[in-house]
């Protein structure tokens, strides 16, 4: 009697409620993850159907010279946009937890705006002002910073230009929070005990908001490695990525296992990241959701 | 006066400072929209005034076709990811059970790691067991990274939720069903919607996984601008995305507009109430 | 006469259009422990913030030992603050917590070391320097705040009601504690609290604040039995208070006024015919008889008594409705519930407060009571 009201009263509900969600999440992301695991220690045959016999060789592979460098040019290019999202987002942020409650609405709609409109168009029209005739080499050469037009796009920096451009607010947000948090009285205190601006800012406000740095670093850092788009659009396949290569080795080179290798090492790379960040005391609640 | 002049100094840095950010966030928009009324079709630089892109754009149908995939994607994974995404939260919240760790695990796992990384497991997936690429399959692949982020911005709603609003409607005699769908869900509706709402950005906007799970005959908007990168982008791709972007950009101001006095009245009657 | 260590000179502050501080002139004293008392948006933390630094005063002068100090950061200034909310650094440890201000100063390790564990034995913390702020007490995160500040040997030490986060017991207790720290520093406290007793039981002197106007300044016993405003006299402790025009002086020299009441009498020597004056006199003081007193016209009746262990509080409602409460000694007689009494005092137990500003709303005021005054002759 007892296990049967049970039942009606929370079985029957429950399993309603979390059966659409438990066969999604098993079907589409536990399986196909262990799916490209499995793939990864296979090989190819001359069709690039995928032979399922174990091997390392796509392992071994990782550690091709030409694709070191790819990893070492995607983790310079991640560190660059994270140090310079750091470095913009700290202050807008600040700047925007100082203010009255309107005008911090406002930035924050402004800031979010770009960001609810297509991605792809807004960093193709960066190709239109860098261009050696664009408007930013014009006004270079109108203020004489700069004599001849200099080659701004398909480099590593309009690389970086555009990863901060798209991952931003990624940064902001996190920082926001903590600063807005951030007690006023404690600035205050240290103020008051004595503490001139900057010893303050280093004593006080940076260890207090550096779970948001933190938290903001791996949500720039992570998806930097794989945004191949990017890489594209505003290095025109200069400066590669992992994820260029992934993305080559599914949809032109056809060696999936090699690929799933690769996404691997990703994956690897993005469980250690959130372990440093755990493991100093970061919440895996803060990342991702905006 | 040295602390006034102080203070003004630090308000005139901070305010450069953020004229800069948003010079920096808006001048390619600028340029979208600038460039989409431009004679030349070399986007180099604005040469003179015309209409003429968004004539062109109107006859498009290759393009017009690619952004009614992007809707239709959108719409459909939206709905499907609010669905499951509501009743995982709701449940997650209400009850104890096996297994929530690991399913609270797996829903992280979208968030966390790099998307083409999932891009690449579904379509091995898919090839695997012969899921035919195109809409369907793009769609199944949205609801996958839409699911989580409907789950914690739910979550979020609910976690100031006061069950004991549930029991006491219980109590007055709504059933499980009446219960849910006549108190719960209206309940915790804003979170709902800012959950769908998120969800239907990030699958308009998505290139990656789409990249991967798409096939050759159903493009989306976004990838269609890709495929147009190495021929040059026509300012006709330029003319809808003005259009887009000044729409988008009058329905968030307008719900912007209206959350923020929502709040602003909810705050005033605080304070009156305080004040009695 | 004591030395002044900080004087405030003529100082507005504004936020705005709102006028928070309004001319205020105070001496504050060295070695004293000074109370700034007011219901809350008095200005009276306004204006403890203006003396630390976190605010900056509109207009007048604030100089703390003889020096202006309007252009002085909060971290230039010699004074330290005690925050309402404690403001501990929450990820430093106790210690680090206290050493802060010595290590702004550059102070050497070793004498930091031995300062910081002088100032948590003399709040009692002694072996808390490992714990962080989180794994203390209510009680014990006021003390590291106090802590904190008087290691830096301030001239004057601000506190901005530090009391009212804690229970009624601890409270108590600090209070005690917190008169036994200034006495023994010998530094100047000014401490800042809505709470009248507080003020009452641990200050040397308190200045009372409304509307951004200090009302009075003076010991507790001069607040206390001579309160020269209204405000004062209404908000400190419980009084009867009557609004009232002097008529005119008697031969005994007691001073003969009409309220609305009927007569009463007082006795000043401030005496100004047709003055509107206030006249407030305690329940302690204000006494019910069962016959009519000379120079008295106030009967009414009793509505109730109310022991409360050592005295009885009885409330008379006069035939004008006012309420008038009368505190005995228990044991006394006390007049049956419902039988009519007479309210008299002794004259020289009531304060008569003559009205400072001439305000329009002063002015209509006392027209009103004039008018009736003339009606009921």
Redesign the interface.
Known sequence: MQDRHTFRKKTVPLITMISPVTAWLILLIALPLLYILVISFCGTDDAHNIVFHFTLKNYAKLFDPTILSIYSNSLVIALLTTVICILVAYPFAYIMASTTPFRKTLMMIFLMLPFWTNSIIRLYSWRTLLGTNGYVNLLLLKIGLIQQPIEMLFTRGAVVLGMVYTLLPFMVLPLHTVIDKLDGGLHEASSDLGAKPVKTFLHITLPLTAPGIFAGSIMVFIPCLGYFFVSNLMGGGTSQLIGNVISRQFKEAFNWPYGAALAIMLILITLLLVRIYTKTGGKIDDLGVM | ????RKAAAKKYT?RV??AL??L??????A??IL?SFNTSRR???FEGFTLDWYKQMATNHALLESFGNTLAVAGVSTLIAT???T??A???FR?K?R?KTI?DL?????????????G??????FS?VHVPLGLGSMI??H??FQ???V???VR?RLSGFDRSIEEAAMDLGAN?VRVLTGITIPIIAPGIVSGAV?AF?LS??D??IS??TTGARSTT??LK??EL?RSG?SPD??AL?TI??LA??VV??IS?ISV?KANQRALKSKYKEKQK | MAKAIVEIKNVNKFYGDNHVVKDLDMEIYEGEFLSILGPSGCGKTTTLRMIAGFEQQTDGVITVEGERVENKEPFERNVNTVFQSYALFPHMTVHDNVAYGLKMKKVKKAEIAGRVEDALSMVRLEGFGKRYPAQLSGGQRQRVAIARAIINNPRVLLLDEPLGALDMKLRKQMQIELKNLQKQLGITFVYVTHDQEEALTMSDRIAVMSGGVLEQIGTPAEIYEKPTTKFVADFIGETNLFEAVEAHVRDDGTVCLNAEAGELTGADPRFSAAELVYLSVRPEKTLASESPVTGFSLRGTVRENIYIGTVVKSTVVLQNGQEIRVSSIAGAPVPAAGSARYIHWNPGDAVIIHSKSNTILDLMDSLDLGAYVAGGA
Do not use: H
Not at chain 2, 24 to 29: C, D, K, T, V
Not at chain 2, 120 to 125: G, K, Q, R
């Open positions: 006066m040295r602390k006034k901070s400072f953020s950010v948003y920096f966030l808006y001048a390619p928009i340029v979208v460039f986007n180099v630089l669905v499951i995404g009743l995982t709701i449940a997650m009850y059970f297994g399913i797996l829903l992280y796992i979208p968030v966390v790691i790099p998307e083409i990384v999932l690449i497991a579904l379509l091995s997936v695997l199944v692949a609801v996958t699911i989580p982020f789950v914690f911005t979020a499980r998120l950005t308009i906007d290139i990656i990249f991967f908007f976004p601008i890709m990168v982008v791709v330029y995305s887009i972007i988008t950009f968030v101001l912007q923020y």
